[in-house]
């Protein structure tokens, strides 16, 4: 099992993150630009779900964690919804919206795996997080 030293080696991050790059491509283009509200929704949306992931790995309380991971999941519900408007919206072609809604089920499945393993954790910082918080420079 590989360790994760960092919230980039989270494959939930990598997925959500490879989901949010893609919407953005999408919400670039110049039929999409037009419908604003629908690009700040979805934008909004794909950049909460690998920016929570981040946050609640840095937080190392795993059941503090496991509360920004419940926001990613629920990010990542809210991008799946406006990616099939985007289909029935002719934003994207019927293949786009298939690839997409399976990279999101997968960063979906993924992250719903790691809620599962840090609501089993005993709630304590881990060893690793320990001494980072040990070695931090003292600025006083």
Not at 90 to 113: F, H, K, M, P, Q
């Amino acid at each position: 099992m590989a360790t994760i030293e960092h919230h980039e080696d989270l494959v939930a991050w990598q997925l959500a993150t490879e989901l949010k790059e893609r919407v953005f491509e999408i919400t670039a283009r110049a039929a999409v630009l037009k419908h604003r509200d629908f690009c700040e929704q979805i934008q909004t949306s794909s950049r909460s779900a690998p920016a929570n992931l981040a946050e609640g790995f840095w937080r190392y309380s795993p059941r503090d964690n496991a509360r920004f991971v419940r926001i990613a999941l629920g990010s990542l519900g809210e991008t799946a919804n406006h990616l099939r408007d985007a289909w029935k919206e002719n934003y994207i072609t019927e293949d786009e919206y298939v690839s997409l809604a399976r990279l999101g089920r997968r960063a979906l499945g993924v992250t719903i795996r790691w809620h599962t393993y840090l609501k089993q954790c005993p709630d304590q910082p881990s060893s690793r997080s320990r001494r980072v918080l040990d070695h931090r420079p003292n600025h006083d």
